[in-house]
């Protein structure tokens, strides 16, 4: 039978006539031949209109953690539905998760809850420059916080419209969309990323006007990178040192990593994390935890935390059957997804050989990026920007023909219901679509 997305490409004509650009969000305007629209998902498939099924290492952009339509979530959601999704007031829903994500969070004190990625990283920000008196946020070039203006930058990959090396090459914070304000990124200072002499020279000379450093503590998005050796502990020793709050943004890592976050794997402890994504299983929900010096300037009043759906009943009810899934058997379910991981990275490698094709992959737990390169190594974003992103584009859409669904950008993730047997037809679909490359 013929591959088509036949009816997913006449369904986006049909959207554009309706819905901004005929997605829902920019990033899903990238797929090749077409964005796909789908009919359903079970598992650790999707289905799509023109019958297609695929083995989806996508994963909604990281939240199915537990895989689609899981058993559990199906039934805390089913019980949502009968007393109701949101209530625009207190339920014991919002105690039980606060609670389980200060006893399982190291860095956790308080928690706030919120909607998405973006607005806890918002409100984290502010929390920061409350607590310190101060305005200004160091950033890494090639980390992603989520898009409100004052603190989207240009996010080069082959999702958006950004040049990597135009990007990394400006000391200055570029906006990341047209349209933004142009003074919103004004107490933005950049920086690379897993340079710690650059990190204190900066902190040493302006620590008087810094009120934050934000970092992802693995660079998902854009390769995978891992922090050198000693490099997040000194970015704890320095601002501990002179006073300035460490955020960690946690959104992809937290609870994707481990129950207990990278800070947890890792034995960090920041003053705040953002998290998100896996935290709901597809649900929206997301949250800051942290310190109580800083959190209690909510409790009295200095930093206003609004959201009229912020801890609903839905959402709440679902990142508890997810953590409660992810937490069995003493977390069991990691060491299954890195194992299945870690051989699907392997198969990959060996297949690069075989196929006689300069790629590599960065893997870290249940997370990798693979990328065509001829580079030996991919260990700082100037690196990854070297990439051949076409190539890999072209391949996301050849791995859609042979029945596997690949974000265009090279990240993958897998869930606790991926089974060895997936594993097998991944490889055997990765070695047909290499030898078609």
């Known amino acids: 039978m013929t591959y088509t997305t036949k009816v997913s490409e006449q369904l986006f004509a049909e959207s554009k006539h309706y819905l901004a650009g005929g997605v829902a969000s920019t990033l899903r305007a990238s797929m090749k031949p077409a964005p796909l629209f789908v009919e359903s998902g079970k598992g ?52 039980e998760l606060a609670k389980l994500l200060t006893e399982i969070l190291p860095c956790a004190e308080r928690v706030a809850l919120s909607g998405s990625g973006t607005e806890a990283v918002m409100l984290a920000l502010r929390l920061s420059r409350a607590y310190t008196g101060k305005t200004k946020v160091v950033r890494f070039h090639g980390h992603f916080h989520g898009w409100s203006d004052t603190i989207f930058t240009s996010f080069p990959s082959t999702d958006m419209k950004q040049s990597a090396v135009s990007a990394a090459a400006s000391d200055s914070a570029v906006p990341g969309t047209n349209g933004q304000s142009s003074s919103s990124l004004g107490d933005i200072i950049m920086l690379p990323w897993n340079d710690a002499a650059a990190l204190e020279a900066l902190l040493d000379k302006e620590h008087h006007t810094i009120a934050a450093v934000i970092t992802e503590p693995i660079m998902c998005n854009n390769g995978c990178i891992q922090p050198k050796d000693g490099y997040l502990q000194k970015m704890r020793e320095l601002t501990a040192k002179y006073g300035i709050v460490m955020i960690m943004d946690e959104v992809i890592t937290g609870f994707r990593l481990g129950t207990s976050g990278a800070h947890g794997k890792f034995g960090l402890s920041p003053d705040l994390v953002t998290i998100g994504k896996a935290m709901g299983g597809g649900m929206a929900i997301s949250g800051v935890a942290g310190k109580y010096d800083i959190m209690k300037l909510i409790e009295d009043g200095t930093v206003s935390h609004l959201g009229t759906l912020n801890g609903n009943y839905a959402a709440t009810a679902a990142a508890l059957a997810t953590l409660h899934e992810l937490g069995k058997d003493n977390g069991s379910s990691y060491h299954r997804m890195e194992q299945f991981m870690k051989q699907l990275a392997d198969g990959i490698r060996t297949l690069f050989g075989k196929h006689q094709i300069q790629g590599l992959i960065n893997h870290v737990g249940p997370v990798f990026h693979m990328m065509f390169t001829d580079q030996s190594s991919v260990e700082d974003f100037t690196a990854f920007g070297k990439r051949d992103a076409a190539k890999y584009t072209k391949f996301a859409e050849i791995m859609l023909e042979e029945g596997v669904l690949v974000r265009p950008s090279g990240l993958w993730y897998i869930s606790t219901v991926h089974s060895e047997a997936d594993i097998e037809a991944t490889l055997q679909a990765v070695d047909r679509a290499l030898a078609r490359l």
């Open 44 to 95: 650790a498939y999707v289905t799509d209109v023109d019958g297609n099924q695929y083995i989806d290492y996508l994963l909604a952009y990281g939240p199915l953690i537990l895989g689609h339509a899981h058993p559990a979530l199906e039934e805390a959601l089913s019980k949502a539905s009968k007393l109701g999704f949101t209530y625009g007031l207190q339920h014991r829903g919002e105690i």
